[in-house]
């Protein structure tokens, strides 16, 4: 693998890689519509992922329908980047602007479920959830590291598209670690809180836009 693809370039931070360098890599982006009578093939796989990530492999008590996990925040207001090696999803993650309409986003519910894990927002921050890497696709580390920052850059250009300034993740204290072997800087800007006896260490994170 080159070293032109690997090398960190605060521009491919921002602004993601080429279609013609993605295309070299076999990686593609999509960002399907949510629409639940007919699912994009792309966003169906993400859905049926999310169920082994986190209902299977994590052991989260989410509600989830047969082998798809979903919920209230899968909607026409979500915006979803999922990148393909192959064809074949290798990573995504949904993204929401905080305040959207009816149900709104999914670290607003947080908020009100967990209030130590609670900081101020507003409707200029955009939150990422369900961030995931496919649980069983093998991919050389080269293509996982573009593929990452080319989804942070998409989430990024969607964020700033309608007004963003910070982008938003609840997540484990110790991913953060692994954002940054990527070139992706982040900041904790809550308390660590348990959600509960059997779930790990869980804070709030914020990227910059």
């Known amino acids: 693998m080159s070293k032109h693809f690997t090398k960190q ?21 999509c960002e399907p519509e949510y629409c639940e009578s007919q699912p994009h093939p792309a966003l169906d796989e993400y859905f049926r992922s999310r169920k082994k990530v986190f209902v299977d492999k994590l052991g ?12 209230e925040y899968d909607n026409e207001n979500a915006y979803y980047c999922i990148i393909l090696n192959n064809e074949k999803l290798a990573m995504a993650a949904r993204g929401h602007r905080v305040g959207s309409p009816n149900p709104g986003s999914l670290i607003e519910a947080l908020f009100q479920l967990y209030p130590d894990l609670a900081v101020p927002i507003s409707k200029s921050d955009w939150d990422v ?7 069983t696709l093998r991919v050389p580390l080269a293509q996982k590291i573009i593929g990452f ?7 990024r250009q969607r964020a ?28 904790r800007i809550s308390r660590v809180v348990k959600m509960n006896e059997n779930s790990s260490e869980m804070a709030v994170f914020a990227f910059e836009v």
């Open 149 to 155: 920052r080319t989804l942070f850059a998409r989430h």
């Open 129 to 135: 959830t369900r961030l995931l890497l496919h649980p």
């Open 60 to 71: 989260w008590e989410i509600n989830h329908f047969n082998d798809r996990e979903t919920d």
């Open 9 to 29: 370039s605060s521009k491919q931070l921002k602004q993601g890689y080429s279609t013609k360098a993605l295309s070299w890599l076999n990686l593609t982006v």
């Open 160 to 187: 700033k598209s309608v007004g963003c300034t910070r982008m938003l993740a609840v997540t484990n204290p110790q991913v953060p670690a692994h954002f940054a072997k990527i070139g992706l800087r982040t900041s």
